[in-house]
């Protein structure tokens, strides 16, 4: 079903996660245990993150390194058919921009379609750590709103082939990303809010937020998205603090800023069991006044992290 469905049909808040696929060379055992962990606070769907391949150098005789392209964490396309056959769940993958051409997008959009899949979250994604700008492939897409025109045109059963005008439809929900606190290159908000309404006026039906840890930035997101005639819906993402250097890495990977008061706490604790605590109880306290606030879902990022949140999900959708 898509989530929009879900949305339309549900009568409370829905719980829905996002897990990331294993590093190569581990097994997908891992994503089943977060699975068993989480399907019990019933998750209405499940995302699945997408990794392009990343340029490592290694050294192969003293002083001579050769360039590598690895694709650390593959398999997402795999996971969601795994998960849809073993958890009967519907599975969002995410679809980026980065290294792939509209060929091969269009190939990941039929092996979509074929296994069932009716939902995808439509992303450019980051940079190559190394090139630090995002380049998109020469025959790909630069931003998340051309892929997205990709997928709406498929849906409309127009491939990139000429003579494959009006083909087999696919029926995608497409959600994209939206920023409480800005993309980080946007030159201001004004501006991202400009490409993010045009991702919803070309056929987005969602937006899910970038993690954020004051809820005010999510009201006033929320706000300036329907000022600017954005209707869609708008489902917050939360991922609790669960180590004490996460104060660091959180706000440089994420470009989100943390509140005094949960650095102030995380900072007092005394044992790295004590800051996990801390970080699931702020995450209980902003999901409680999300929900309160009538939010459509509560999506929760695992990094292969599930028991912070089921002690979340036990706390807010246990009851
Ligand atoms: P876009 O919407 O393309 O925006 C990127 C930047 O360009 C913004 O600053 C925007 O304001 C600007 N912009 C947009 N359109 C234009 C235009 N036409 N002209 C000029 N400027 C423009 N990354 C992954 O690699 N894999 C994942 O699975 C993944 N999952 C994610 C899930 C969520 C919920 C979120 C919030 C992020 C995720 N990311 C993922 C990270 C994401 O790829 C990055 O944040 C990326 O830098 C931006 O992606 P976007 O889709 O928001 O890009």
């Known amino acids: 079903m898509k989530v929009t469905e879900h949305i339309k049909r549900a009568e409370k808040t829905l719980f829905s996660i996002e897990v990331l696929p294993p590093l190569k060379g581990q097994t997908i055992h891992s994503i089943y245990e977060t699975m068993d962990k989480l399907m019990p606070y019933d998750p209405a769907f499940v995302d699945v993150t997408y990794h392009r391949q990343e340029v490592v150098y290694r050294e192969v005789e003293k002083g001579l390194m050769k360039r590598h392209a690895v694709r650390k964490r593959p398999g997402t396309v795999g996971i969601c058919a795994s998960l849809m056959n073993k958890y009967n769940i519907d599975t969002v993958p995410h679809i ?4 792939f051409s509209k060929d091969e997008t269009e190939d990941a959009l039929i092996d979509l379609n074929f296994l069932g899949i009716e939902n995808v979250l439509v992303l450019r994604g980051d940079p190559i750590k190394s090139e630090g700008i995002f380049k998109p492939e020469p025959d790909g897409h630069a931003y998340a709103s051309d892929l997205l025109q990709q997928v709406v045109q498929m849906n409309e059963g127009e491939y990139l082939d000429e003579e494959l005008r009006n083909s087999s ?13 800005k993309h980080f290159e946007a030159p201001n908000f004004k501006s991202d809010m400009k490409f993010l309404k045009k991702k919803v006026d070309l056929g987005a039906e ?26 869609v819906p708008i489902i917050p993402g939360l991922k609790p603090i669960t180590s004490r250097k996460q104060l660091n890495i959180v706000p440089h990977f994420f470009h989100v800023n943390l509140p005094e008061a949960l650095v102030d ?19 209980i306290q902003q999901s409680e006044e999300l929900i309160d606030a009538g939010v459509p879902v509560m999506h929760y990022y695992t990094m292969g992290k599930a028991k912070s949140i089921q002690e979340v999900a036990e706390a807010v959708f246990g009851k």
């Open 265 to 283: 706490g995380i900072e007092d604790a005394k044992t790295d069991e004590q800051v996990r605590q801390k970080g699931v109880k702020w995450c």
């Open 206 to 231: 969602y937006i899910v937020t970038q993690l954020f840890y004051d809820n005010k930035m999510y009201f006033d997101f929320v706000k300036k998205c329907r000022a600017a005639g954005i209707e």
């Open 96 to 99: 980026i921009c980065g290294g």
């Open 169 to 181: 439809k696919t029926n995608f929900c497409i959600g994209v990303a939206g920023y409480p606190e």
